[in-house]
């Protein structure tokens, strides 16, 4: 394929089709006959690291074997002189350009044969031909690189006249040895536009690590540390380490013992990694980390590693600030439902007319509380689960260590929002149950079944092992503030059955309004 050309600086880009060979017997494209042109692709092969390469000579031996000459050679034209890259029984490595044979045979598309230099007028007057080499016949088939560029010529040489010339065979086996070093030529270029490439990818690669703000690392089987990024010296003033000791040096004295137990676990089992602990600074103090790790292969005898450091002091430290807060807003939260409880009792136990009605009201303020506890505790520990919540606000009624209750379904999130009505839901339900129901009786059961739907959470409560319910229609406080509660501020629906006298409610409530 034609070589794209841009520009007056004479730079060519090279297409993906460069590896075709040039079509033999054709002469080179002209517009790459053009010097400034031709040097760009002739700079391209970096022919200076084929020297005496050994493929290359063995070509020209033969060549010169095959036409029966006492001398051969692979003769690459640069702008002032030719250089023999390899050559068979010649005394010198480059002659002036201006007295190159080849630099007219690599404009050729055949063989250029010249069967008496000294009376062929356009060489007779060269230096090779009247001084001491000497030179009479002269047969080269011309060097053209893939993009169309004329490079130079495979060439053989004699000190006599040859009238004759050489046979077709010779001629065809010497375009056939020239392909061979045009092949030889063009692999080397592109292994080493490969090297180059690669070189490039390796700096672009290293550049952008050192420009991050995390400490980046490898490491070999064993584990032995092979690369960190500038930015580790940066941060800790120490040279990279090399081996898992070396680390004791940078890593806080009561963080290291138990981070480096995790990560020999992750060695034998090439699993991920993952830690926090504290880095120490240049400066001597200390910044906590997140350290990750994870390996190249699951063989653990030969994965390599690759990992990071992140600060997350500042995050550590708002995170540990925070759950401080929590915990006395936590208290102090509780306090008040406490006060709260204390004054509803206080005020119903010397008046009949009230007493039922605040202690219901106690308890559902308990109700809240217990919802209050878990939403904080879920918050601090990172567990958010329906589940749990549905056990910690059945406790008084049987759970945990008692078959009174069970709880089954898959995992599905319970957020802060969702936990305070649901606690006023299932706190009428399991006081409903308590009155009237299966918590009325010891051998009553009630099962709790979650589920999902499409995009709605359902949950069953089935009683059994109570009295016979009534199914009357009539609804009480309980009820309406459940349906108020679900329907409201969950957005969801309510049902009541009954199932051989057990009642069985169905709560219908969208997955969005209870896991957000």
């Not at 990818?201 to 490491?219: G, Q, Y």
């Not at 759970?399 to 999130?413: E, L, N, Q, R, Y």
């Amino acid at each position: 394929m034609k070589p794209l050309l841009y520009g007056r600086q004479h730079q060519i880009m090279l297409t993906a089709d460069d590896t075709i060979p040039w079509p033999a017997g054709t002469a080179p494209d002209g517009e790459l006959c053009a010097e400034p042109d031709r040097l760009v692709v002739m700079g391209s092969f970096k022919w200076d690291q084929l020297e005496g390469d050994e493929e290359l000579s063995r070509i020209a031996r033969f060549a010169a074997h095959l036409c029966e000459t006492p001398s051969a050679a692979v003769s690459l034209v640069e702008a002032e002189r030719q250089v023999f890259i390899a050559h068979e029984a010649m005394e010198v490595d480059e002659t002036p350009r201006s007295t190159s044979l080849c630099a007219h045979a690599m404009l050729q598309g055949g063989v250029l044969e010249v069967r008496d230099c000294s009376k062929d007028p356009r060489f007779a007057d060269f230096e090779s031909v009247t001084g001491e080499s000497h030179l009479r016949f002269y047969a080269g088939a011309p060097l053209i690189s893939t993009e169309g560029a004329p490079l130079g010529a495979l060439c053989v040489i004699d000190t006599e006249p040859r009238p004759e010339g050489i046979t077709d065979l010779q001629r065809e086996g010497l375009e056939l040895l020239a392909t061979s070093v045009k092949r030889r030529i063009e692999a080397h270029r592109e292994a080493a536009r490969s090297v180059s490439e690669i070189r490039s990818s390796a700096e672009r690669l290293r550049f952008m690590l050192n420009s991050v703000p995390d400490i980046a690392w490898s490491a070999t089987p064993g584990p032995k540390w092979d690369y960190f990024n500038a930015r580790f010296t940066e941060v800790t003033g120490l040279p990279p380490r090399q081996t898992t000791e070396d680390w004791r040096e940078v890593i806080h004295p009561d963080d290291f013992e138990a981070s480096n137990a995790k990560f020999s676990h992750a060695l034998k089992t090439a699993s991920l990694f993952e830690d926090e602990w504290r880095l120490r600074q240049a400066d001597g103090s200390y910044r906590w980390v997140i350290s990750r790790a994870v390996p190249s292969t699951s063989d653990p005898a030969t994965a390599r590693w690759f990992g990071t450091l992140t600060d997350i002091d500042d995050r550590y430290r708002f995170s540990q600030e925070r759950e401080l807060l929590a915990g006395e807003l936590a208290h102090r939260i509780k306090n008040i439902f406490s006060v709260i409880t204390g004054l509803i009792t206080l005020r119903a136990r010397d008046t009949e007319e009230i007493k039922a009605f605040g202690k219901e009201l106690a308890e559902n303020v308990y109700a809240l509380s217990r919802a209050q506890d878990y939403a904080l505790r879920s918050e601090s520990s990172g567990a958010e689960d329906l589940a749990e919540l549905l056990k910690v606000l059945m406790e008084p009624y049987g759970m945990p260590g008692s078959d009174a209750v069970s709880i089954s379904g898959g995992t599905i999130k319970a957020s802060r929002a969702a936990a305070t009505p649901l606690a006023l839901i299932f706190h009428e339900l399991a006081t409903n149950s308590a009155k009237y129901g299966a918590f009325s009786v010891p051998d009553g059961r009630v099962a709790i079944e979650i589920e999902q739907t499409g995009e709605d959470i359902v949950v069953h409560w089935r009683e059994s092992g109570g009295p016979a319910a009534d199914p009357s229609p009539s609804q009480g406080f309980g009820t309406r503030l459940i349906e108020m509660t679900v329907g409201h501020q969950l957005n969801g629906s309510f049902e009541r059955s009954w199932e051989n006298g057990a009642m069985h409610v169905t709560l219908t409530i969208p997955r969005i309004r209870v896991e957000n």
